[in-house]
């Protein structure tokens, strides 16, 4: 039917079309962005909800307004029910969209109900316009309008209003099918009371206008009351259903919490929100000790260290101002503290808590999870122990003591001093190397434990690595502040050089080296602003200093007391310098060979050279004395004794090319001897100059051949099976005894200087140079005098029948184009070929 004054649903048009179309795309709208659900009961209870409210909300709008239009129009109940399509259309929309308006994602709610408020809006305007239509009202009285221009007006806001940051809320506050995770859409969720209520209202109003005993369509209002209520009650049932399996799962959750806190060995507690211990596990009562009715009821603060309340109470309550903000649901508290247990002791714990609700619906409550941390704290200990500590000897190491020197001096009185004494065992690599290093042990324990009981208890005794010690001494302010630490160094070097030491059934003798540094000896004042950087290098100055004249006193020969003196630091510069220029000398060319004539005593014929390493640095020339012991500590040596046997061995073979019969003597340390592949490299220098190993002589020290003996002496020996001769430098300086030297592979001996200096002024260095000769003779060995500077150490030399020798007084060392000069003019002067004779005294 349709009079003019609006829709009717017998004569649909076009923009009836339109408007059907717009209306499902708004409740499109509110659907697309939900998640729908997948099982079948989710969508059961949706169309049962759905279909509770829209018949209740018919039945509402029968019985209040359309019932009276229909007894009145005098229309079939098939024209009547078309009349009310659009109505009816727009209350299933309305009810079926709730759900998801409901669901809409967090952020996204304002805008969907927005969207729902116009659909109301249209949907109460589609009623009203349906009502006045029914009334006989026309266009005039129709206000339908109004209300649909207020839902396009809230369609048209929602473009322009853009998603909301709303609060989130507490975790005892979201539903169970609310997701709260990185949630992008909502998901449906039911209309809650809203199906019910409305089946209330309309259960009053039909028992208030009963419809019994009329036709028409009552019967069908009363079929959709009736089935509603039906719907209703089956709704209703399966809600007591399901609340019971929740409550189940919830005590069973209950029970397996308490099972899961009973069986680990963390503490769990349940407090009040006033930290009142309501429940405690068994984990807790045998952490702490207690028995049950020792820690129920029992505040927390009673068991928390005093120095730890306040910090626990402070972070309590921020935590507990926090959940009352609505705090997140992952907030937890996690604080450390000491707990005392039942015994007294004071436990370090760690503990996590967090609200907890109980499933008998009590208030929120404080669980607390709480973790014996007195293991770990042990461990904490002994792994700090074992670092600042010296597991052999259980002294402090070198890092505490490096410490410990920095506290001292960051805090020394004024006018005190403060003192370091290095401490060295001398010969201790032979006792690893001859007992083994559980010996070794051993000694350095025992040294330790002598140390320590020699000490005042307000010095600290370290071990500073391997077989050194140090001690720092706190000095009053007095006048014997530096007599009373050389007393303490002369006293612990007794204690250790004196007792043999006892590894096994053997007593072990050793001595010690012992070096003396004070606090600002070689320092200026330091500014205040530089004082933290300043006090770390005093400290470190202090502990090189000691460090420096220990190695002074062990490089004089050990078993005494060196004092630190600025110049022990300027030698080890300068042996640095050294060693760092030697690199740039030796690809630089800047060393040369000095010859230096040995000859016949007899006959002052020269018999053979000695090849002398010299460095001219610029114009400067460098002591050998000062260069050779860096370049043999730098492992320059080497390479560097190799250039000097190459270059020796070309010059003298090219001299006796030139019928000069001379041979030709190389110095080599223990260093040189001992690199690999040393026989082959001296075979290939002879076979590459072309000198006969005749000619060549191999001079090496005293020690070379005593010390590792073993290997060095089978090296020599393969040398002087291929011709080469060999020769002992320095002899009589205490490492060869003379019943042994027959025993060594040698043919030449130098006798050292230090004898032939004494020559005529000192009786025993005479008798002792004299028998050295005889011995040499008895042996079949050639002798040389080494160091003859005076005509009288000469004369006496040619009496006891030395046959040949060296010195200032027969020939400085020269380099080799003034060596062919000398030769060139013996050589005319005699005219013997190959005979070369220098003038000496008498």
């Given amino acids: ?109 304002r805008l969907a109900w927005m969207g729902y408020g116009a659909l109301t809006a249209i949907a109460g305007a589609d009623i009203v316009s349906t009502f006045v239509r029914l009334d006989g009202g026309g266009p005039a009285d129709d206000p339908s309008d109004i209300l649909r221009l207020a839902g396009l007006l809230l369609l048209l806001l929602v473009p322009w209003t853009g998603p909301a940051a709303e609060p989130d809320l507490p975790v005892d506050d979201i539903p169970a099918d609310v997701e709260v995770e990185g949630e992008e859409c909502g998901r449906m969720i039911g209309p809650g009371i809203a199906p019910a209520a409305v089946a209330a209202a309309a259960a009053l109003f039909i028992a208030g206008h009963s419809l019994t005993g009329r036709n028409g369509l009552e019967p069908g209002i009363s079929i959709a009351a009736g089935s509603a209520a039906l719907v209703l009650i089956a709704r209703l049932a399966g809600l007591l259903r399901e609340n019971d399996a929740l409550r189940q799962a919830v005590e069973t959750g209950e029970e397996h919490f308490r099972a899961l806190s009973e069986s680990i060995n963390d503490a769990v507690l349940i407090c009040d929100l006033d930290a009142t211990v309501q429940y405690a596990s068994a984990g807790a009562l045998r952490m702490y000790h207690y028995t049950s009715d020792e820690l129920l009821g029992r505040p927390l603060n009673e068991l928390v260290h005093p120095e730890d309340v306040p910090q626990v109470q402070a972070v309590f309550t921020e935590f507990l101002d926090e959940q009352a ?14 707990v005392r247990a039942a015994d007294g002791t004071w436990l370090p714990t760690e503990s996590t808590i967090s609200r907890y609700s109980g499933s008998d619906g009590t208030p929120a409550r404080l669980l607390v999870t709480t973790r014996d941390l007195s293991e770990r704290a042990a461990l ?33 009185p004024s006018g005190g001093k403060v003192a370091v004494v290095f401490v060295d065992l001398d010969g201790f690599t032979a006792v690893n190397d001859s007992e083994g290093h559980a010996a070794g042990d051993q000694v350095l324990a025992q040294a330790a434990r002598r140390l320590r009981a020699n000490v005042l208890s307000d010095d600290t005794v370290a071990r500073w690595g391997g077989d050194e010690f140090a001690v720092l001494v706190q000095l009053p302010p007095d006048d014997g502040e530096t007599r009373a630490t050389v007393e303490l160094a002369g006293r612990l070097l007794r204690v250790l050089s004196v007792d043999p030491y006892q590894v096994g059934d053997k007593h072990i003798v050793l001595t010690a080296s012992v070096g003396i540094a004070f606090a600002g000896d070689d320092e200026e004042p330091a500014a205040a602003a530089d004082g933290g950087r300043r006090l770390r290098r005093t400290a470190a100055d202090l502990l090189r200093n000691g460090d420096l004249a220990m190695a002074r006193a062990k490089e004089i020969g050990g078993g005494r007391v060196e004092v630190y003196a ?155 099976d291929l011709g080469v001769r060999l020769a002992i430098d320095d002899f009589g300086t205490g490492y060869a005894s003379l019943a042994y030297l027959g025993q060594l592979p040698v043919d030449i001996i130098k006798i050292d200087p230090s004898f032939v200096a004494g020559l005529g002024s000192d009786e025993t260095l005479t008798l002792l140079t004299r028998t050295i000769v005889r011995l040499g003779s008895d042996f079949g060995l050639t002798v040389v005098a080494e160091g003859i500077e005076r005509p009288e150490q000469l004369e006496l030399l040619r009496e006891m029948g030395c046959p040949r020798g060296q010195g200032f007084l027969v020939a400085r060392p020269m380099a080799a184009g003034r060596v062919e000069s000398l030769v060139r003019t013996n050589l005319a002067a005699r005219n013997r070929p190959g005979d070369v004779a220098l003038p000496l005294p008498g």
């Fill in 566 to 720: 600025p110049h022990m630091h300027a030698d080890v510069v300068r042996r640095l310098e050294l060693g760092s220029d030697l690199q740039a000398a030796l690809a630089e060319e800047q060393f040369a060979v000095e010859f230096q004539p040995v000859v016949d005593l007899g006959t002052s014929r020269v018999t053979g050279v000695e090849a002398l390493l010299r460095w001219w640095r610029g114009n400067e020339a460098v002591p050998p004395e000062e260069f050779i012991g860096p370049a043999e500590e730098s492992g320059l040596m080497v390479p560097l004794g190799n250039w000097v046997l190459r270059e020796a061995c070309r010059e003298v073979a090219r001299w006796r090319g030139d019928s000069w019969d001379v041979g030709v003597s190389v110095n080599f340390t223990a260093r040189q001897i001992a690199a690999p592949r040393f026989v082959e490299s001296v075979a290939a220098v002879l076979e590459e100059t072309g000198l006969a190993p005749s000619a060549l002589t191999l001079e090496v020290r005293e020690e070379v051949l005593v010390e590792d003996a073993g290997q060095n002496v089978a090296r020599l020996s393969e040398l002087r």
């Fill in 1 to 109: 039917m349709s009079d003019g004054t609006g829709r009717s649903a017998l004569s649909l048009s076009v923009p009836d079309l339109f408007y059907l179309v717009a209306l499902v795309a708004l409740v499109t709208g509110l659907v697309v962005p939900i998640r729908l659900p997948r099982d079948a009961g989710t969508w059961l209870r949706y169309a049962a909800d759905t279909y509770v409210c829209a018949c209740a909300l018919f039945v509402l709008g029968w019985v209040a307004l359309f019932g009276t239009l229909y007894h009145r129009s005098g229309e079939s109940p098939t024209e009547f029910s078309l009349e009310l399509l659009y109505p009816l259309i727009d209350i299933v929309f309305v009810c079926g969209a709730l759900p998801f308006v409901l669901g809409a994602a967090r952020g996204h709610r």
């Fill in 325 to 338: 903000g609505l705090g997140g649901p992952d907030d937890v508290l996690r604080v450390s503290c000491r």
């Fill in 380 to 412: 904490q200990r002994q792994v700090a122990h074992l670092t600042f500590h010296d597991g052999l000897t259980g002294l402090p190491n070198r890092a505490y003591f490096e410490e410990r020197t920095r506290e001292v001096l960051s805090r020394q």
